[in-house]
């Protein structure tokens, strides 16, 4: 097993102008995101988002409503210490099951993650919030990967925890790190995986203009995905 946790060269890594030319912030202290935005050539400076932007799980929501909102609020935690800026704040959450699977805490809660994801499919959402502090206005959009993770003995669940590959990752696995157990269902987004869709992310800088809320406006609910 390969244990670097670089990430593979992926589709659709191009770039979108941000609009009028503003200062791209990302709000996110995921080396992967930053990553990804590098090689399809944004630049861009980096200001993680509040730890306690992802607190507050809701019993009844769904992934999708889930990273959505994450995503807005991790946007949201930032945005006052910029002046002119285009903020990019993502979430990422697996999905099996009706279990919503978020990093884990420990090495037994990464175990138990990787149970319940052997020899079933799954799926990833990533949330994305891009929000012009010059206009307050905001779009928020979400992005689902189906996947299928390979049946795992507990000899595989054991060797890929001592790698440590797996903290700090959604699902405890991450799709980039360099063995075959998983698989991407129906020509779905890598990037989308790993943290950030970046084919949505280029087409949701190219129609800003015409898809964002004002901000007032969503009295900081986050709209509800059709993904
Ligand atoms: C499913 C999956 C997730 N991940 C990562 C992407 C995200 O970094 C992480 C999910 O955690 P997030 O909470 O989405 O992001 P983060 O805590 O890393 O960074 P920040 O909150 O500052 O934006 O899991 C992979 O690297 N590979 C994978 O295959």
């Known amino acids: 097993m390969a244990i ?9 890594l191009s770039r979108a102008p941000i609009p009028d030319a503003m ?3 990302l709000a996110s202290g995921s080396p992967r995101r930053a990553q990804l935005l590098r090689a399809a050539g944004y630049e861009f400076t980096i200001d993680p988002a509040s730890d306690d932007a992802e607190c507050g ?16 609020r991790k946007a949201e935690s ?21 279990q919503i699977l978020g990093k884990p805490h420990n090495e ?8 319940t994801l052997s020899g079933r499919r799954h799926d990833v959402y990533t949330g994305v919030c891009l929000w012009s502090t010059g206009e307050s206005r905001c779009i928020v959009d979400v992005v689902r990967t189906e996947l299928q993770m390979q049946s795992l003995s507990e000899t595989m669940i054991r060797e ?36 950030l869709p970046m084919e949505r992310l280029k087409e949701l800088l190219e129609n800003f203009h015409s898809v964002a809320e004002t901000i007032d406006a969503r009295q900081s609910e986050t709209p509800t995905s059709n993904e």
Request: charged share 25%.
């Open 108 to 115: 037994e809660h990464a175990a138990e993650m990787l149970r």
């Open 23 to 25: 200062p791209l912030v």
């Open 160 to 195: 890929y925890l001592d790698t440590l590959l797996w903290e700090g990752k959604a699902g405890a696995f991450g799709f980039q790190d360099g063995n075959d157990w998983i698989e991407i269902v129906g020509g779905g987004s890598e990037s989308n995986v790993v943290g």
């Open 57 to 72: 799980v809701c019993s009844r929501e769904t992934a999708p409503e889930l990273v959505a909102r994450y995503a807005y």
């Open 4 to 12: 670097s946790d670089d990430l593979p060269l992926m589709r659709g």
């Open 78 to 98: 930032v945005v006052r210490r910029h002046g002119r800026a285009m903020i990019l704040a993502a979430d990422t959450v697996a999905s099996c099951g009706g």
